[in-house]
């Protein structure tokens, strides 16, 4: 499916749920959600860690509202499972979309500035060196004698500073690449909506009204 | 034609009254590989910006004087239109690409000057051959050496096709092997291709014989003038005699007291083998050389040693596994010049960061007038309020250096210290790390492609290949 609309639907069917109370069209978005993933053969490790970590949140959430919210277990459960909607609804973006074929549809098809998809696109991009750049921040301050935690200011003021100077560089280079904002480009790769997009994202959106109609549970 | 001629060309930084360029007013001749040579911080580089026309739109203020390419203004010339008449392939091998891949990053290009996605394949193709890298086409571009990354930027200018190419010391962190053959594709773009190629480096390596123009930038006058053969070739023999170190390199004896103590010891990174040592040792109060072939694991060892990357096998500092000393305290002991001199810097001013070092340091080795000292005979005194961001990479260089002598660590790793460096500077850091070996004992291992003027200071010499690490007599 298309990727931009992937990600509409999935935020869509999110939004829904923020405002519906059905415990049971929860779990079956989990379980849809779940099979989607599983067809697209994900790594274990990232499955594993799709379950483990929202645990926390989505018991503390069924714990304050069991012993001390005024609307009872049920209700409990639906923010329990709601918290697991919302994850494996985005998971089923995430693990399975590319973030380079999101930004060229938003550009080409949804007609989102290019000098966002691009930039965007270029940040997302840097994200794995930002975590090689926290940690010799830190070393680097405790060779200047200051020892950084993940609360000392000096962390993010120096994280932001390396972006800045990042960003910077990425603008001159892109514009050396020849990309000018707002101009026309060519475009090596197509990507179109299809009739068979449009059939999967409308269908999918009408089966979940379908459900939280029927199904108040 | 495209000569590239500079009118009467000065800039100044913003608020700042000192010319960076002064009345430059000279003309790359068409069709010709013209380098710029000139100590580090001399304003080469933005020059170069301005010729590439991304100055002044990402400086804020405009030059005074003009910049023609044949017959037109680049002030006239539509901002989409540039990247037609001028590509740039700059120093930092990694800020200059927005894609993932390399073959993404390469369809951005052309999909940017509007060429016909028909046409791509044929274009791709032809540029990776011509630089030699079709293997590199579906690779992530963040897992690529140094040395590769600047031949997909070389790539990515061929696939764009501009009639000038200008190129801001792109060879300042690649190995000498990645160097000439890319001075060589150049030279084939040249005359194969009919391409003005404007160069700016400082380090004179492979240019003789290659160059059609030989063009200096005087760091007191802040102008340009182009050399005659003659004043050239003083230029070329002046850097030769000081390229090499030719004396022999004593071996280290058992006997000789030991500071790093290295067993049983593998790095393996992403699971490929870079190094595997039974034993091995660092001297204390010498300065040790490590040369090497670049993305061999130099830098690696460096981040193994400062507890940056995880090892196999043991270190030993002053007797104690490193796993057993506290970050803070190992941290202070064996310290390391980054080869990148920003990851050093906390601070935005020049003098909060000399403030910094002098606030933290463990020791009272140097005294204010020291500093002061040190930065004058460097060229940075005076800077105290500048932002330490904006200074030019063989300032931020100097900053740098001076700020971790003054910390004065017992050990102190240095990775490319004299990057960026012009050769009169150079002397001066070696005369600063001989003074802090000899009077303060300091520990020195350098990893260093610039050998040139470092003689008085190595004590010895190991060289790292076949990921082994052996101490030799000659260095090559």
Redesign the interface.
């Known amino acids: 499916m298309n990727p931009g609309l992937k990600l509409l639907l999935v935020m869509a069917i999110a939004l829904e749920i923020s405002f519906t109370q059905s415990l049971i069209v929860n779990i079956i978005l989990v379980v849809v959600s779940f099979g989607y993933i599983l067809i697209q053969r994900v790594s274990l490790k990232a499955l594993l860690g799709l379950i483990f970590w929202p645990l926390f949140p989505a018991i503390g959430l069924f714990v304050s509202q069991w012993l001390y919210g005024s609307a009872g277990i049920h209700f409990a459960w639906i923010l329990f499972t709601r918290i697991y909607a919302y994850v494996f609804l985005g998971a089923t973006f995430t693990l399975t979309s590319s973030i380079?074929d999101l930004a060229l549809t938003l550009e080409q098809d949804f007609r989102l500035p290019s000098k966002f998809a691009?930039g965007v696109?270029?940040a997302f991009?840097l994200m794995?060196?930002i975590n090689e750049e926290v940690?010799?921040?830190k070393?680097?301050?405790?060779?200047?004698?200051?020892?950084l935690h993940f609360w000392s200011p000096?962390l993010y003021f120096?994280a932001i500073?390396?972006s800045i100077?990042?960003s910077?560089?990425?603008?001159?280079?892109?514009?050396?690449?020849?990309?000018?904002e707002d101009?026309?480009?060519?475009?090596?790769?197509?990507i179109k909506i299809t009739g068979l997009d449009w059939f999967w994202f409308i269908g999918l959106f009408a089966c979940v009204q379908g459900l939280l109609f029927f199904i108040r549970y | 034609m495209t000569d590239v001629s500079i009118n009467h060309f000065t800039y100044e930084y913003p608020k700042s009254n000192v010319k960076v360029l002064n009345d430059v007013d000279i003309t790359f001749k068409h069709n010709h590989f013209s380098l710029l040579t000139g100590p580090s911080g001399s304003g080469k580089s933005t020059l170069l910006?301005f010729i590439?026309?991304?100055y002044p739109?990402?400086i804020g203020n405009d030059a005074l004087g003009g910049i023609k390419f044949g017959d037109t203004d680049i002030n006239q010339i539509p901002?989409?239109q540039v990247?037609h008449s001028v590509?740039?392939m700059?120093q930092?091998p990694?800020?200059?690409?927005?894609?993932?891949t390399v073959i993404?990053?390469m369809?951005?290009?052309?999909?940017?000057?509007?060429?016909?996605?028909a046409k791509?394949d044929d274009i791709i193709n032809h540029a990776l051959a011509f630089c030699g890298i079709d293997k590199l086409r579906s690779r992530i571009?963040?897992t690529l050496s140094g040395g590769e990354k600047q031949r997909v930027a070389l790539a990515?200018i061929v696939a764009?096709d501009p009639p000038v190419i200008v190129l801001d010391e792109p060879f300042a962190s690649i190995d000498p092997d990645s160097r000439l053959d890319l001075i060589k594709k150049l030279k084939l773009l040249q005359q194969d291709h009919d391409k003005t190629i404007i160069l700016a480096d400082h380090d004179l390596n492979d240019y003789q014989g290659v160059i059609d123009e030989f063009y200096y930038l005087d760091p007191d006058s802040h102008r340009i003038s182009l050399l005659d053969s003659q004043s050239a070739q003083h230029f070329f023999d002046n850097f030769k005699t000081t390229q090499t170190i030719n004396k022999r390199i004593a071996i280290p004896t058992d006997d000789a007291p030991a500071i790093i103590n290295i067993n049983d010891f593998k790095l393996q990174p992403h699971h490929s083998l870079l190094l595997k040592l039974n034993q091995f040792k660092f001297y204390q109060g010498k300065t040790t050389l490590i040369t090497g072939a670049n993305g061999i694991g130099k830098s690696t060892l460096f981040n193994a040693l400062?507890?940056?990357l995880p090892y196999d096998g043991s270190i030993e500092y002053d007797g104690k596994n490193i796993q057993k000393i506290r970050?803070?305290p190992?941290?202070?002991n064996v310290?390391?010049l980054?080869q990148d001199a920003?990851?050093?810097?906390?601070n935005i001013t020049v003098k909060e960061e000399l403030d910094?070092?002098l606030?933290?340091?463990?020791n009272q080795a140097y005294s204010t007038d020291d500093v002061q000292a040190m930065l004058q005979k460097l060229n940075m005194a005076g800077r105290d309020e500048q932002v330490v961001?904006s200074l030019s990479e063989g300032q931020k260089k100097k900053l740098q250096i001076i700020?971790?002598l003054i910390?004065n660590?017992p050990v102190l790793l240095l990775d490319e210290p004299f990057k960026g460096l012009d050769y009169r500077s150079l002397e001066v850091v070696v005369g600063f790390l001989r003074r802090a070996k000899e009077s303060f004992n300091q520990t020195q291992i350098i990893i260093s492609h610039q050998l040139s003027g470092l003689d008085t200071l190595i004590d010895y010499h190991a060289n790292f290949a076949d990921q082994n690490l052996t101490y030799q007599e000659v260095i090559k």
């Not at chain 1, 910077?168 to 000018?180: D, I, R, W, Y």
């Not at chain 2, 920003?342 to 906390?346: H, K």
Request: hydrophobic content about 40%; some cysteine.
């Open positions: 380079t691009y696109l270029a991009n794995p060196k940690k010799i921040i070393t680097s301050a405790l060779m200047r004698g200051e020892a000096k120096k500073l390396s100077q990042w910077q560089n990425l603008a001159e280079a892109m514009t050396s690449h020849g990309f000018v101009q026309e480009r060519t475009h090596y790769r197509v | 910006y590439a026309g991304l739109h990402f901002r989409n990247s590509a740039m700059f930092n990694n800020q200059q690409f927005a894609m993932d993404h990053e369809t951005f290009v052309l999909e940017n000057m509007l060429v016909d996605p791509m571009i963040n990515c764009m400062t507890k940056l970050p803070l190992y941290a202070k310290t390391l980054f920003e990851n050093q810097f906390l910094l070092s606030q933290n340091r463990t961001y700020e971790m910390m660590p």
